[in-house]
Structures are given as C-alpha cells and as structure tokens.
C-alpha cells in the first residue's frame, strides 16, 4: 500500500537497518496519502508464474511447504521470508475524486544495500511464465543507481487515471549482487497540484529484494512430501 515513509534528509542509504518489516507483504488494501488525489492498492507477489524465490533463515525440515497464492503473505510472514533474486509488484492506482489525475514519472528510493543474507533459498514452483502489463518497468537493484526502465513490448507513464478508470503498473526488481531495501516513488499531478507517493509494502516498510547466488536452493516436487535439493542451483 502506499505509504507516509519521505526519504531521510542527508542520510547514508547504507546505514537504515532493516528490519522484521521488511520481509512482509501486504494484504493489498489500498491506502491514501492525505496529501494526494490517488489511492494505491499492492498486490505483492505481482505475477505468481513458479519463477518465485525466497530466502529463509531455517532448514527444509521448518519450512511449510510452498502456499496458494493467496496464502503467500501469510507463509512470508510466518517465516521470515525475504523475496530472493527478483521480485514482481502490482499496483492499483485509482483517482478518489471527480477530477483526473496524472501519473508523471515512477522513480524507486533505495534505503539500504548490503551483502546478500546468507539463508536458503526456497523455490515455489517448477516453471515459468506470465507476459508483459500495458505499464510494466524493470528495475536493476545492482545498478549504481538503480532506476525502472520501461519493459520491452510496454509502455509507461505518464498515464491518467480518475475514480472510475484505474490502471495497473507492475515492477519486476531483480538483484544477483546485494540485499536491497527500496520504496518506490510516484509522481502525480491534478490541476495546479502536484506530488510525490512513496509506496511500499505497508506498515512503513520498505520491500526488500536479495541475491541468491551461491545459496542452497530447495524445491517442494509436485506431488512431493518435502522440500528436496534442487537440481537448478543458482
């Protein structure tokens, strides 16, 4: 959901710790800055298609086995999941009033990058799949700084939106290298107004995204009593 979180003045991305926070998805209840004409709504994974990885800090044996999707907050939660190599959001932006709004610009806020955690890594699936959203962007969390990029075959902002004509903007954020903390960051403009929204995860918290490389990978098999070794090691 969006959030009230504004970057910290003069502070040093590599000193905000990360916190239990971090590693939990929202619900995707949609929130309001006071300040903005727009409510955004988070979904989080975004496109569940089986590429999903997540790192956690417990052996397979205290793992539960891969959830439906929609248990997946619920199961990150209750083991302190962190999203590892990639991460897809969805979000829902939507006017609350009769006037039209504009979506300008969409800019991402790292507030901390360390090395990757040193867990295990636990797929959720056996493949992949999924395409491209009308507004779709990837974001290189490696890059020496990192910004999203319009995906190729989509289109980005800026885009209008109003009470009765939402739009559906996704993120695909991806890391080999480091253990990122990272808001997103959307620019709106109404008439004479304008603004920025950061938007999270929810509760104040920053997603956080972290490499997998080197990593033990496990796999639950379809039709599996556990989680096994997988044979696609990072």
Request: net charge negative; charged share 20%; glycine share 12%.
């Amino acid at each position: 959901m969006a959030t009230g979180v504004r970057p910290h003045p003069g502070g040093d991305p590599e000193s905000v710790p990360a916190s239990a926070a971090d590693a939990g998805p929202s619900a995707g209840a949609a929130d309001r800055d006071a300040g903005a004409p727009i409510a955004v709504a988070v979904r989080w994974p975004g496109r569940a298609d089986g590429c999903e990885q997540y790192l956690v800090d417990r052996p397979p044996s205290q793992v539960p086995r891969p959830p439906a999707l929609m248990d997946v907050p619920a199961w990150v939660s209750q083991v302190g999941a962190v999203a590892g190599r990639s991460q897809s959001i969805e979000f829902a932006v939507q006017g609350t009033g009769s006037e039209t709004v504009v979506l300008t610009a969409l800019d991402v806020r790292v507030v901390r990058s360390a090395a990757p955690v040193a867990w295990n890594a636990y797929s959720m699936g056996e493949g992949c799949g999924g395409g491209v959203d009308l507004h779709s962007y990837d974001l290189d969390l490696d890059a020496a700084r990192p910004r999203p990029v319009v995906s190729a075959g989509s289109t980005g902002l800026p885009v209008k939106v109003s009470e009765r004509d939402p739009e559906v903007i996704e993120v695909s954020a991806a890391t080999t290298s480091h253990d990122v903390s990272w808001y997103l960051e959307l620019a709106w403009s109404s008439g004479d107004r304008k603004g920025t929204l950061t938007v999270g995860p929810g509760a104040g918290a920053p997603f956080r995204t972290s490499a997998v490389k080197g990593r033990p990978l496990y796999r639950f098999p379809n039709g599996g009593n556990a989680w096994e070794p997988s044979p696609s090691q990072e």
